[in-house]
């Protein structure tokens, strides 16, 4: 799986489990838990929030053709966990094929 895709896994997976909480810790999701750069997890923030997969994240555009962006209260949206839910049934097809190919090496 492509490294920017399983971050956004993550990211998402950790917005849906803090559901259950009243408050959520930013940290949780830092460029430094991910493993990152800044730059890197400003771009993937901007594409969750242009896409509709979370709210609660600013994204501004200045001249220079710079963009800021500014979490607060991240939660993630039902496109968000409908993102989740297919995700997690094609790594189940795919992890089920690999398995086919595993018992049966001619496939």
Request: hydrophobic residues 40%.
């Amino acid at each position: 799986m492509d490294k920017n895709i399983k971050i956004i896994y993550k990211i998402l997976k950790t917005l849906e489990a803090a559901m259950d909480y009243d408050e959520f810790d930013l940290e949780q999701i830092s460029a430094d838990v991910l493993k990152i750069s800044e730059n890197r997890w400003s771009k993937i923030m901007e594409m969750l929030y242009q896409n509709g997969f979370v709210q609660g994240v600013s994204v501004k555009y200045v001249g220079s053709g710079d963009v800021l962006v500014s979490v607060n209260s991240p939660r993630v949206t039902l496109k968000g966990l409908e993102y989740l839910n297919e995700n997690s049934l094609m790594k189940r097809a795919h992890n089920a094929a690999k398995g086919i190919k595993d018992v049966l090496p001619g496939v």
